[in-house]
């Protein structure tokens, strides 16, 4: 069994898959050109934004987005406690400052009142200058925009949406990618939408904040290539992987977020009951489900489960073991004012499940058989 079946997903879409790579290996083009414009176009209008620029992965989508807005030294920026490590890695990169936050039990993302605990401890306890946060769409759920929009808006806060994992996902009918004021996501293999490699976009209604992230995103060009108006960074996503993307969005369109959302329906239905808590899809929001993630009860054998879930061959992952305050690489520098007493106990008791949206109902069956057999 796979964790995520990517083959699966290959075999089933191989035709066109093949056709896309070899058109574009014969158009002999590898960087920009029409199939990179013509994706860009698809995902804004997919997501419902004036512009997409694409990028070379999920993290320098971040990244840009930051510089664009000239966030650097003495800033302070607002990241959950509870994410993948790239989402406090570009503040710091930048040289600005990562303020760690807590998150909700039930639905893992990024706790409004928690937020503005730590904006207030900022403004009162450091000279920092808080300027933006950075929500994240965590497992391909949307954070709770609907509370986490005026709340910034009130405190001054530009809003970055890190829609890694949350491609797909929604709020009624305003998709995930949309909601910030600029919002990024990764393209690598694994995500809701997956390209053959690495790669990233930045979403925004902004045409200034666009054309200065199409700047970055080439070496800081001007109004041609060599013609160098600041400082940038060299992020492209490549011809081939947006042929490949162009394939996978039809699908993913067409029926893949529709069929993973069944899965995790089937896991809800007969995982009710067992012991563990289930991920918590609030009315009126859709998950794309990036992945499928239970917690334990307190006390039970998170090691143990894992290593009977692998005898019977179920590979299962821990997202995420440690709280990005607790990150080494942070040091002594880590701000997390709340302490992030939720973060600290879902990274002793979460566990993601095999999921994607070709996951078989065999596969399913067996996860939820040996889980029941175990808790
Ligand atoms: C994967 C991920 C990223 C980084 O994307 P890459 O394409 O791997 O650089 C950023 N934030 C979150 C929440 C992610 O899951």
Known sequence: ????????????????????????????RF??????????????????????????NGTDALQLALMAWGVGPGDAVFVPDFTFFSTGEVVAAIGATPVFVDVLEGTYNIDPESLENAYDYVTKHTGFRPRAAI??????????????LP??????????????QGFGGAIGNKRACSFGDIATTSF??????????????????????????????????????????????NSRLDTIQAAILGVKLTAFEDHEVADVNERARWYDESLAGSGLAL???????????????????????????????????????VYYPKPMHEQLAFGEAAL??????????????????????????????KVVETIASCV
């Not at 804004?44 to 620029?53: E, I, W």
């Not at 997390?336 to 069956?365: F, I, N, Q």
Request: a negative charge; charged letters at 25%; one cysteine or more.
């Open 1 to 28: 069994m796979e964790f995520r079946d990517l083959r699966a997903q290959y075999a089933a879409m191989r035709e066109e898959m093949d056709e896309a790579i070899l058109s574009a290996v014969a158009a002999g």
């Open 31 to 56: 960087i920009g050109g029409g199939p990179v414009a013509g994706l860009e176009r698809r995902l804004a209008d997919y997501v419902g934004v004036r512009h997409c620029v694409a990028c070379a």
């Open 135 to 148: 929500p994240v769409d965590l497992f391909g759920q949307p954070a709770d925009y609907g509370r986490i």
């Open 151 to 164: 709340l910034c808006d009130d405190l001054g806060l530009l809003v970055l949406e890190d829609g890694a």
């Open 188 to 233: 690598f293999p694994a995500k809701p939408l997956g390209c053959y490699g690495d790669g990233g976009a930045v979403f925004t209604d902004d045409d200034g904040w666009a054309e200065l992230i199409h700047s970055y995103a080439v070496h800081g060009k001007g109004s041609m290539k060599y013609d160098n108006v600041r400082v940038g960074m």
């Open 279 to 317: 991920p918590r899809v609030p009315e009126g929001f859709l998950s794309s489900w990036a992945q499928y993630t239970v917690r334990l009860p307190e006390g039970a054998d998170r090691d143990a489960l894992q290593v009977r879930l692998r005898e019977e061959g179920i590979p299962t992952m």
């Open 336 to 365: 997390a004012p709340d302490r992030c007493p939720v973060t600290k106990r879902l990274c002793k008791s979460v566990l993601s499940l095999p999921m994607g949206p070709y996951l078989s109902e065999e596969d399913a069956r």
